[in-house]
């Protein structure tokens, strides 16, 4: 007869799995890039076999279009923790730099692929990531502000800068998508997000 901790235990081990898959990725796109990391040899550094990835994901893309999902309403929660004096965009990059500490790895927002944070996606999963990234840090914008009702100024300054903010982001993914892969392994992704957020007065 099943016991009621049995199934505790497999939601337990299969929640372990997946962290494993997720944590395995992360480190080997930062090592070895985006492009270089297979389906493989994020399951081999996972301690598991190509069949069991493909039980949590359909493919590694979809594991960054997860991930990227997962991470949005975090990265909102952090901009709305910052400091009050901090204009949006310094509280939108140091959201991110402080998230980046969370497990020593790249924020999710971050990764490397050839379509994660693409407006046009054509998979379900990934369609408006885009666009929701940039609703969610406008709203994270728009609460910093504490007014009751905002007037339409007032939004439209939140609308641009949170998504001038998400255009720096995107800025970031796809100057590093555009290297060598050769270079990857040399080039600091924080440091690059310093670099654009200067570049947009942050």
Known sequence: ??????PGRREQNRLRTHNALVQAANRLFKEQGYEATTVRDIAAAAGVGERTFF????????LVVQQV??????????????PAEEPPLVALREAILDMSTWHRTTPAILLVGPQPLSPDLTS??????LFDMEEAVVGAFMDRLDIPEPELPDRLRAAA????GVAALR???LAYTRLPEARKHEVDLIELVRIAFAAIGA
């Open 161 to 164: 800068l949170g998504r001038a």
């Open 1 to 6: 007869m099943e016991t009621s901790e049995e």
């Open 55 to 62: 039980r949590y994901f359909p493919s590694k893309e979809s």
């Open 69 to 82: 999902r997962e991470t949005i309403p975090l990265l909102a929660a952090e901009i709305r923790k910052r």
């Open 124 to 129: 379900r999963g990934g369609r408006f990531l």
């Open 171 to 173: 800025s970031v993914r």
